[in-house]
């Protein structure tokens, strides 16, 4: 039988977020997801089905309906199939659900900003907005749950969404030596479990630091840092087959054979 496919780009954050939600649902099956290439040109029959917009994912019904947006996306799956909810039920756990979540742009930003950032003197200023990020959650957590591990008893619509930031923000570690203060405990705590649960495990470490690794170049979607040929986002060779990148993001970029992309 037909179902919905979703197109993708490699590991990316917002396609994550439901392949989260589907792990929890055990219906990971019931979508057909279609990885696409950042690094070459859209196919025009893609642009023709998402109206000429690039941002991805777009889920496509099985009548040919699309739908955008991963937030949208994500609450659409969970009301299409509700046989194992994610979500809360109660409407004002719901609005709790949602408050955090509505804290998610803020969050994304300031660590994309922080690996983009190509100055060395700014670095300082971009880690103390992460960590101010980090403390809104932090504070939110302990407010509405200062005993728990995740939001509420297990994990939800909140996990979905924050999880693949939290695995994203590897390459904070990788290249900025950044880690979550020991001053935000509660903080931490979700964000571990979060990354250890069995259906947040699409992506690992490895995968993260050698596929974003223009970013740290102040590089992303599939632009070059100047003097290389390929992005780092190719899916040839596979990331398991290139050597690990220097942690140091401070001089120019190595070459394509160095980074394994030749």
């Not at 923000?169 to 509660?186: A, C, H, V």
Request: overall charge neutral; charged content about 25%; some cysteine.
């Amino acid at each position: 039988m037909p179902k919905p496919i979703m197109y993708h780009i490699p590991v990316c954050p917002f396609s994550q977020r439901l392949e989260i939600l589907l792990d929890l649902k055990n219906m990971r099956d019931a979508i057909t997801f279609r990885m696409v290439d950042i690094t070459k040109p859209r196919d025009p029959a893609l642009l023709a089905k998402t109206r000429g917009t690039t941002a991805l994912p777009v889920l496509e019904l099985e009548d040919g309906r699309i739908i955008k947006e991963s937030l949208v996306i994500l609450r659409y799956l969970e009301d299409r199939y509700p046989e194992t909810p994610v979500a809360q039920a109660d409407p004002y756990r719901r609005a709790v659900e949602n408050m955090m979540i509505a804290m998610e742009g803020g969050f994304t930003n300031a660590g994309y900003a922080f690996v983009m950032n190509r100055d060395p003197e700014k670095r300082q200023a971009f880690a103390d907005t992460m960590t101010a990020q980090y403390a809104k959650l932090d504070d939110f957590l302990n407010w509405q749950s200062p005993d728990g591990t995740f939001l509420f008893d297990k994990p939800g619509l909140t996990e979905c969404v924050f999880t693949p930031m939290f695995a994203r923000f590897w390459f904070l570690d990788y290249y900025e030596g950044y880690e979550i203060p020991s001053s935000l405990p509660r903080v931490k705590r979700w964000h571990d479990a979060c990354l250890a649960h069995p259906a947040a495990r699409q992506v690992s470490q490895e995968e993260i630091v050698k596929l974003y690794h223009d970013y740290a170049y102040g590089k992303g979607n599939g632009a070059l840092p100047e003097g290389r040929t390929r992005s780092s986002f190719v899916m040839e060779p596979h990331w398991s087959k290139r050597p690990w990148p220097p942690r140091d993001k401070w001089g120019a970029s190595p070459t394509d054979s160095a980074l394994g992309l030749a």
